[in-house]
């Protein structure tokens, strides 16, 4: 996983959030959890829940997003939000 996102290089996970799908919003937002980027992986899961609402990964974006809030980033209220 690092090694594909490293492959995104300076800026470049910033830049496939912006422009990607909710399919890809997921496994950007897989790599980036599993390769120690969980502040990005944040961004990912809620870009997905906010501007994909009707996707059937939705939901399944806004558990992992309060997942890692809690688990990984330590906010117990921002999980809850999710």
């Given at each position: 996983?690092?090694?594909?996102?490293?492959?995104?290089?300076?800026?470049?996970?910033?830049?496939?959030?912006?422009?990607?799908?909710?399919?890809?919003?997921?496994?950007?937002?897989?790599?980036?959890?599993a390769s120690g980027h969980?502040?990005?992986?944040?961004?990912?899961?809620?870009?997905?829940?906010?501007?994909?609402?009707g996707d059937p990964r939705?939901?399944?974006?806004?558990?992992?997003?309060?997942?890692?809030?809690?688990?990984?980033?330590?906010?117990?209220?921002?999980?809850?939000e999710a």
């Open positions: 996983y690092r090694q594909a996102y490293d492959t995104l290089g300076p800026d470049g996970f910033a830049r496939a959030v912006d422009g990607a799908g909710a399919e890809k919003l997921f496994r950007l937002a897989e790599v980036a959890r969980a502040r990005d992986a944040e961004r990912a899961y809620d870009t997905i829940r906010k501007r994909h609402r939705a939901a399944l974006a806004a558990f992992e997003l309060g997942r890692l809030r809690l688990d990984a980033l330590g906010n117990p209220t921002g999980a809850a």
